[in-house]
């Protein structure tokens, strides 16, 4: 079991800053995502655009804001879990809160700030009725291992990188047919990427279905066969061992909305005095809380989170004196 | 009045709201379904990133074409139709007024 000061869910810019400003405090921290990679969704969703509302940078790439925090939070060396999903949640007698992860990892905090954004990234999944009876059981939304492919009639859709990189490396003697299906005739991957699938639908190593779409799914105890339909009419049976839809991700609250919280649409609800929600010791910051007049800013959230460590100060050392310190007098400290 | 124009928006439950849409906001047609507080989530703050403010053109308004941005986010949304926008894409302008839209069911 892993034990920390502040339990942070969610390694997005705000779960960041609040490794700074706890550390500040000496309060070490231990952030938690479901991300492989910190950042959140300025990683994952536009690390290449712009931002020009962050104070004293008129500019700044979303990655490049990433890497400066994390390189502010250097020096209070905190803990990561990536790649692991905060899901099961319990409190201890001494008051505590254990968190366990996707992974089984365990972590104990008095603290814990929920600093979700907008939830964790999971798998967009097409919508069939029946698709759940089939997942790990021939369907699969991430390729964990190739070699689980191995002499295996494959269909990948989707239109993306991962769509055709998959299917490239799939295709490739790994897996013994792969089709690949695509609702348009023209690929946004990479142009590489698409022109060598292209190449190898030529050639005949990708059975390549453009105009198309995956509308149904079918089996016993796994999956045997897809429904397909082609634009703009007809539909046809491809048998099958795996379906591999690869849509991209997007954000759902999670398991986070079971954890007896007040949420009001897909928002935690926080008192403005110092983050905190309707369970003593769980604080919620940055785009995932909601209070008369939130603003869904980064700049914001950093607020948030350096307000919020006070009180988690507070909570912790309740006997402890404390004065606000100014970095320009006692520099950065780390552990 | 000058410069605010007439939308209709359809919901999925199929009822139709009137909206007043200002064309001197920079404002586009999912932060004006949020402003009416209709289910539009706007994900990624209008990025074409999410297709959470996908929705179908019902009326015959010639709008701008959909740009790279758009087509790709489109191509890995569910539910799309030729008629499908992304809300986050369509600025408003004058010549907008009696455009008519229905929200998309939400995927996956």
């Not at chain 1, 991962?162 to 799939?170: C, E, G, K, Q, T």
Request: negative net charge.
């Amino acid at each position: 079991m892993i034990e920390t000061d502040i339990l942070i869910i969610g390694a997005g810019p705000c779960g960041l800053f609040t490794v700074f400003e706890a550390g500040l405090l000496k309060l070490h921290c231990h952030l938690v995502d479901a991300l492989p990679q910190a950042g959140g969704q300025l990683t994952e969703i536009y690390p290449k655009k712009p931002i020009y509302d962050i104070p004293g940078f008129p500019e700044v790439l979303a990655g490049d804001l990433v890497q400066h925090l994390m390189k502010q939070a250097e020096p209070f060396k905190p803990g990561f879990s990536l790649g692991e999903r905060a899901e099961k949640f319990e409190q201890t007698e001494d008051g505590k809160f254990v968190l366990t992860t996707s992974r089984g990892t365990q972590l104990k905090a008095p603290v814990v700030a929920i600093a979700g954004g907008l939830g964790s990234f999971e798998p967009r999944k097409p919508p069939i009725a029946n698709l759940s009876d089939f997942e790990d059981m021939g369907i699969e939304y991430i390729v964990r291992d190739p070699n689980f492919y191995k002499g295996k009639r494959i269909v990948v859709s989707g239109g993306g990188d991962s769509a055709l990189d998959w299917s490239i490396f799939l295709a490739n003697g790994i897996a013994e047919k792969v089709t690949l299906i695509h609702r348009s005739k023209s690929f946004r991957g990479h142009p590489d990427s698409v022109q060598k699938a292209l190449d190898m639908a030529a050639s005949g190593k990708i059975n390549l279905l453009t105009d198309a779409e995956v509308i149904g799914v079918s089996g016993d105890s796994a999956l045997r066969s897809i429904k397909v339909q082609h634009l703009p009419e007809g539909e046809s049976d491809i048998e099958t061992d795996h379906w591999l839809p690869l849509f991209g991700l997007s954000p759902k609250l999670g398991p986070l909305a079971d954890w007896g919280l007040n949420i009001d649409k897909n928002s935690i609800e926080v008192n403005t005095f110092d983050y905190s929600t309707n369970v003593p010791g769980i604080y919620a910051i940055g785009d995932i809380n909601t209070y008369p007049g939130k603003l869904k800013l980064i700049l914001c959230g950093f607020h948030e989170a350096t307000m919020m460590v006070q009180s988690a100060f507070k909570r912790i050392y309740p006997d402890k004196n404390y004065v606000l310190k100014y970095t320009t007098v006692n520099g950065v400290n780390g552990f | 009045m000058e410069n605010i124009i007439n939308i209709t928006v359809v919901d999925r439950e199929g009822i139709e709201h009137q909206l007043e849409a200002p064309t001197d906001m920079n404002m586009n047609m999912m932060e004006l379904c949020k402003s009416y507080e209709l289910p539009v989530d706007g994900t990624c703050g209008g990025m074409a990133m999410c297709a959470s403010c996908h929705m179908y053109v019902l009326s015959d308004h010639h709008l701008l074409a959909r740009n790279d941005d758009e087509e790709a986010m489109l191509d890995q949304a569910f539910f799309v139709k030729p008629n499908s926008r992304l809300g986050c894409q369509l600025h408003l302008n004058n010549a907008m007024d009696g455009l008519k839209v229905k929200l998309a069911e939400v995927g996956g």
